[in-house]
């Protein structure tokens, strides 16, 4: 088969699969179990870690993944959602799944995705767990889709189960409190599973907790109290903290960019240690294994531009905090785009105090009905006395953005940052 055919393949291929997000996000674990049945039940043939969380779980994901490859241990990861390519969900020892075996799977599977009703996230899911076996992977690193109780990942139990932080958002599937959040995160833990808790707030790791001890899960973690983390301080090459994890205080240097990445890596050496062997081997010495986590779209700075995935407010108050720890070059230009079902409200006050001017615009890949209204953004922005210009064409917005000295932050869902990559050449596969 030529090139060109394989590519217009695997296009139609995905045409298939990106058509199942029309269906919506249906809750529950049923149709994901009875595909993987079909499939023989990969998934109980492996050997997990989970990772759930409002923010942060991709940070926790990267730093599991370059810690256990570091141990030479062939690692599965599966993340949502990717940037450009949608075989970034996909990979092993970071090489992302072949473009055949996204097609193979999904003409062999159609027929049964269809009879079930599975959704794109579904079928997603059961091509990773059935990739993996395939791949003979030693141990996979599972990022929850949305929420943990009802996401469709949650059909394993895996060697450990993380929380890394609770904010709002999703509100529509999760509830609007923090509380309610946090009981949909908490399904992940599992009796006799190992439950680490990231989360900093008091309150919410001390109820966090409580659900954990009360679905069994043990021991029960709470890194902040368990693995304090002191003395952060933040640059453009990384973050720098101190931590006493029982055997001594010991200075890290994660290249994840953050006073947020302290906690985030701190709450994988915590899964690490508390998953034994052969997985604890990993968390003793992490230094020279930590120089290598990479993750694109978080605060990932290329030449004068910085990607940061902030899609909520809670991300926008972290980015924010970034961006005041390492002054970029003024003046800093937010090209801004949100998702119509988001806070961009909450969002852009958030950012407006560190921004001189908003480029706001509409990336090509947002689906029509979840895309936010330009005029309504415009308008708000201008109501508050701030900067801002509005450009319906991505590829002008990016190029005015880009346009005269400073600062380029690229920020407001993953969207935006996958189709500024996509066009400025960076690759999602190299952070």
């Given at each position: 088969m030529s090139e060109e055919a394989a590519t217009s393949r695997y296009a139609a291929a995905l045409d298939y699969l990106f058509a199942r997000v029309t269906g919506g996000w249906k809750m529950g674990l049923e149709r994901t179990s009875a595909l993987l049945a079909l499939l023989g039940d990969p998934h109980l043939r492996l050997r997990t870690f989970h990772v759930a969380g409002t923010?942060?779980?991709g940070s926790v994901v990267a730093t599991l993944d370059a810690l256990l490859s570091a141990r030479g241990l062939?690692?599965?990861?599966?993340?949502?959602?990717?940037?450009?390519d949608f075989r970034e969900r996909i990979a092993v020892n970071g090489v992302p799944i072949r473009e055949d075996a996204v097609v193979d799977f999904i003409e062999r599977w159609t027929p049964d995705v269809e009879r079930l009703g599975a959704t794109f996230?579904?079928?997603t899911t059961a091509m990773a767990f059935d990739h993996f076996v395939r791949e003979a992977v030693d141990v996979a690193i599972i990022e929850v889709g949305l929420g943990g109780r009802l996401d469709s990942t949650n059909v394993i139990t895996p060697v450990a189960a993380g929380v890394s932080s609770i904010g709002i958002d999703h509100v529509q599937y999760l509830g609007d409190t923090l509380e309610q959040i946090a009981t949909e995160k908490a399904g992940i833990f599992k009796a006799g599973?190992?439950?680490?808790?990231g989360e900093t707030d008091t309150k919410l790791r001390a109820f966090l907790a409580s659900l954990a001890r009360r679905a069994g899960a043990s021991p029960v973690h709470t890194v902040a109290e368990e693995w304090p983390v002191t003395d952060i301080s933040v640059a453009l090459d990384g973050t720098r903290f101190t931590i006493d994890r029982g055997f001594g205080v010991e200075?890290?240097?994660t290249p994840l960019v953050g006073r947020h990445q302290a906690m985030n890596t701190a709450t994988a050496l915590a899964m690490l240690q508390s998953a034994g062997a052969p997985y604890e081997a990993a968390a003793i010495t992490p230094?020279?294994?930590?120089?290598?986590?990479?993750i694109a779209g978080r605060f990932q700075s290329v030449g004068t531009v910085i990607f940061d995935v902030a899609h909520n407010p809670a991300g926008c108050a972290v980015l924010c905090e970034t961006l005041a720890s390492v002054r970029p070059e003024r003046p800093l230009t937010c090209l801004m785009t949100a998702l119509r079902d988001k806070d961009w409200q909450a969002m852009m006050t958030t950012l407006a105090p560190l921004v001189d001017r908003f480029v706001l615009a509409s990336?090509?890949?947002?689906p029509p009905d979840r895309a936010w209204t330009l005029s309504d953004a415009l308008e708000f922005a201008h109501e508050r006395g701030w900067s801002a210009t509005a450009e319906p064409d991505f590829d002008r917005a990016l190029a005015d953005a880009r346009d005269g000295d400073g600062t380029t932050l690229i920020t407001g869902s993953f969207h935006t940052v996958g189709d500024a990559m996509a066009r400025l050449q960076v690759s999602p596969l190299v952070a």
């Open positions: 923010n942060g779980k062939r690692v599965g990861r599966y993340t949502s959602p990717h940037l450009i996230f579904e079928a599973v190992p439950a680490i808790i200075r890290i240097r230094g020279e294994a930590l120089a290598h986590v990479a990336p090509p890949s947002v």
